[in-house]
């Protein structure tokens, strides 16, 4: 009998590097590969969605972002015996392929797949690369890049496949979209696992400040952090606005479905959804990404007149307020956004990376 052959994922703890991740392990499994992923404590947070039969290694993460002097002497120690732990696993049981998504708890895996000669790839989610896939990117048989274009190293060329979105987004792909009109209409409110804050300040009483004809008719899911949650519900209640507030929707793709308009950050995976299914964005990039990615994300989107982009230090109440209210006035207008995020997605990403990994495992 012919063993199964093995993917080993590795990836860092935010959704942007999971849901990707997750998406290609339901692809690979069911073409009938095994998958292995390797992530962090705060990645295993994300791993709710993944196939039972994906196994799941959790791994401590080093990284020079956190800690004090003493921590941050100690990473690379600590670097180098995660890369020897997992070389002497893949020396174990010999994956055809090693993929990294980003992060630093991806570095373990890359590292050995580079040392024992592994193919390997990393998949970029983001327009910039990331510190890690920057680091691998001279180191791979291949860079996979998510969004169009990347910006990569000088004399290396990256593939554009796309960034794979889980399948409950795809079973929502192309959904009917229902423009703005005299009845109830939906906002969804996402603002990712960083920087959240400031939708959380901005966006209630924007809502609150529409037009009295307009603001009757919304209906608003807010996805809020934990620290902010009381405050955001209360708000919305004491304004008397019909708000569902959570923590962590696990049900995005629908309500997204659902939504006459989207308010988010411009994380890559966020991006994908939204134009996956098809949806008028107005998109806050994260200021504090320090390589600006998230303005790149969002280009995209701006440029086919599917998303208003409005930086985060030009966020205020009026001026959202205006926005929306210009979103949600014009039926025609919201229409065609819906169909211009539609004429951006790569629904088949998911199918563009199946292809590029099983490329690189036939050359080992």
């Known amino acids: 009998m012919t063993k199964q052959p093995l993917l080993v994922m590795a990836a860092g703890g935010t959704g942007g590097h999971m849901f990707p991740a997750q998406a290609l392990a339901e692809a690979m499994l069911a073409k009938g590969w095994r998958v292995k992923l390797s992530t962090d404590a705060r990645g295993a947070r994300y791993t709710g969605g993944f196939p039972d039969a994906v196994e799941i290694e959790v791994v401590p993460s080093a990284t020079f972002a956190r800690g004090g002097v003493v921590a941050k002497l100690g990473v690379p120690l600590k670097i180098l015996a995660g890369v020897a732990s997992a070389a002497m696993k893949l020396r174990k049981d010999r994956p055809q392929a090693v993929i990294g998504f980003g992060?630093?708890?991806?570095?373990?895996?890359?590292?050995?797949?580079?040392?024992?000669?592994?193919?390997?790839?990393?998949?970029?989610?983001?327009?910039?690369?990331?510190?890690?896939?920057?680091?691998?990117?001279?180191?791979?048989?291949a860079i996979a890049c998510g969004t169009w274009p990347t910006k990569l190293p000088e004399g290396l060329e990256g593939v554009y496949v796309g960034n794979p979105v889980r399948g409950t987004v795809l079973d929502k792909a192309g959904a009917g979209y229902i423009p703005p009109g005299d009845y109830p209409m939906s906002i969804l409110v996402i603002g990712g696992s960083q920087g959240a804050r400031i939708l959380s300040d901005i966006v209630p009483p924007a809502i609150d400040a529409?037009?009295?004809?307009?603001?009757?008719?919304?209906?608003?899911?807010?996805?809020?952090?934990?620290?902010?949650?009381?405050?955001?519900?209360?708000?919305?209640?004491?304004?008397?606005?019909?708000?569902?507030?959570?923590?962590?929707?696990?049900?995005?793709?629908?309500?997204?479905?659902?939504?006459?308009?989207?308010?988010?950050?411009?994380?890559?995976?966020?991006?994908?959804?939204?134009?996956?299914?098809?949806?008028?964005?107005?998109?806050?990039?994260?200021?504090?990404?320090?390589?600006?990615?998230?303005?790149?994300?969002?280009?995209?989107?701006?440029?086919?007149?599917?998303?208003?982009?409005?930086?985060?230090?030009?966020?205020?109440?009026?001026?959202?307020?205006?926005?929306?209210?210009?979103?949600?006035?014009?039926?025609?207008?919201?229409?065609?956004?819906?169909?211009?995020?539609?004429?951006?997605?790569?629904?088949?990403?998911?199918?563009?990376?199946?292809?590029?990994?099983?490329e690189i495992a036939s050359k080992e």
């Open 210 to 358: 529409l037009p009295t004809e307009l603001r009757r008719h919304i209906r608003v899911s807010h996805q809020a952090r934990g620290e902010d949650f009381d405050r955001v519900a209360k708000y919305y209640a004491d304004q008397a606005i019909d708000a569902d507030v959570q923590e962590f929707f696990t049900d995005i793709p629908e309500r997204m479905s659902e939504a006459q308009l989207v308010i988010s950050r411009a994380g890559a995976s966020s991006v994908a959804d939204i134009s996956v299914i098809g949806r008028p964005a107005i998109l806050v990039p994260l200021a504090a990404a320090i390589r600006d990615e998230q303005s790149a994300n969002a280009r995209g989107l701006a440029d086919a007149g599917a998303a208003i982009v409005i930086p985060e230090n030009l966020l205020e109440v009026d001026s959202l307020s205006e926005q929306i209210a210009t979103v949600l006035s014009s039926y025609d207008g919201a229409l065609q956004m819906s169909r211009s995020a539609l004429s951006v997605s790569k629904p088949d990403a998911t199918e563009n990376l199946v292809a590029l990994v099983e």
């Open 103 to 141: 992060g630093y708890p991806s570095i373990p895996a890359l590292g050995a797949a580079w040392l024992l000669k592994l193919p390997r790839l990393i998949h970029e989610q983001n327009g910039v690369l990331g510190r890690v896939n920057e680091r691998f990117s001279k180191r791979v048989d």
